[in-house]
């Protein structure tokens, strides 16, 4: 499974962005989707996950201004975040796992969200 995210860039505070990640290779072995994020000196944590059926598991960190979606058919996540603050400001990550709650073993390679004051 190789995981593809992009959208990442530089947004003023308040600002909106959506972020994708595409699925290729074996997808018949994904049933959750997820975004965590980091910052330097931090643990990685999650901000939405969202299962084949639709089903949402969201971060306490950005809950209520992220919206987590799925195409099934593009294989592709997307994930929706508005009224953003610098402390947004991570790599955020997209990965791919078994069950809602857990943490899979695929990885995308991370976009840079940055977002200035």
């Known amino acids: 499974v190789q995981l593809q995210a992009s959208g990442g860039g530089l947004v003023q505070a308040g600002g909106s962005l959506t972020l994708s990640c595409a699925a290729s290779?074996?997808?018949?072995?994904?049933?959750?989707m997820g975004w965590y994020r980091q910052t330097p000196g931090k643990q990685r944590e999650l901000v939405a996950q969202?299962?084949?059926?639709?089903?949402?598991n969201y971060g306490d960190s950005m809950k209520g201004r992220v919206t987590v979606s799925r195409d099934n058919a593009k294989n592709t996540m997307y994930l929706q975040m508005s009224n953003l603050e610098p402390e947004d400001t991570a790599v955020y990550y997209c990965?791919?796992?078994?069950?809602?709650?857990?943490?899979?073993?695929?990885w995308g390679q991370g976009t840079l969200v940055t977002v200035s004051s």
């Open positions: 969202i299962s084949h059926n639709g089903t949402t």
């Open positions: 290779g074996n997808i018949f072995v994904i049933n959750v």
């Open positions: 990965n791919a796992a078994k069950w809602i709650g857990t943490i899979g073993n695929y």
